[in-house]
């Protein structure tokens, strides 16, 4: 399957300019888009909560991918990094017009994905790493990290609703509908109710 993946970030731009580049280019090279992906989103969000997502899930060995250029596929490089690596893997190619990148299942394709997956690794541990050192500074502040354990979170979590949920319980609203209204899981209210 061949598709061809277009994204804009608002509503003010177009898609039919990234259309007619990636239509040219395959008549170009006497190829057919099987399937358009079309969406208005911020590079910026992930590509799991947009349509790119669905697609990564979709494509298989052998497929193609055609955007325009690498910045649709996202705004900062690991996230285009993270992508490119998904599809190497899967055995997807990724051409784009402007850049001229043929990303596929020769040996260079394999270096970048490898090379790919390799910084997007990096990141993630440079990430955990300094989220660890911030967490032990704030320990050794003696800033408490997390809930506060035990039964009592439960009254002082809703300590400010105590009227507010009487009232509802007295006018026969149950339980579990206070605890959405309140966005509180209902055994927080239970035990809350209960103390």
């Known amino acids: 399957m061949i598709y061809g993946y277009i994204r804009v970030s608002s509503d003010k731009q177009t898609v039919e300019n990234q259309r007619f580049e990636i239509n040219n280019f395959c008549v170009k090279e006497n190829l057919r888009v099987d399937g358009w992906i079309e969406e208005t989103i911020s590079g910026a969000k992930n590509y799991d909560k ?3 997502g669905e697609l ?3 494509v298989q060995k ?11 596929l996202g705004r900062n490089l690991f996230m285009i990094m993270e992508i490119l690596h998904i599809c190497m893997n899967k055995g997807c190619k990724v051409w784009t017009i402007k850049d001229n990148y043929r990303l596929g299942d020769d040996i260079q394709s394999k270096v970048l994905a490898f090379a790919f997956g390799l910084s997007a690794e990096i990141e ?3 990430i955990s790493q ?7 500074l704030r320990k050794a502040q003696g800033i408490h990290i997390g809930r506060v354990k035990g039964s009592h979170n439960a009254t002082k979590k809703l300590s400010n609703y105590k009227e507010i949920i009487n009232e509802l319980l007295v006018i026969g609203i149950p339980k579990a509908q206070i605890a959405r209204k309140l966005n509180v899981d209902r055994t927080t209210l239970w035990r809350f109710l209960k103390c």
């Open 56 to 58: 990564l899930n979709r």
């Open 130 to 136: 300094r989220t660890k050192e911030a967490l032990a």
């Open 50 to 52: 947009r349509k790119l």
């Open 62 to 72: 052998g497929d193609l991918i055609i955007c325009a250029e690498l910045s649709r």
């Open 124 to 126: 993630r541990n440079l």
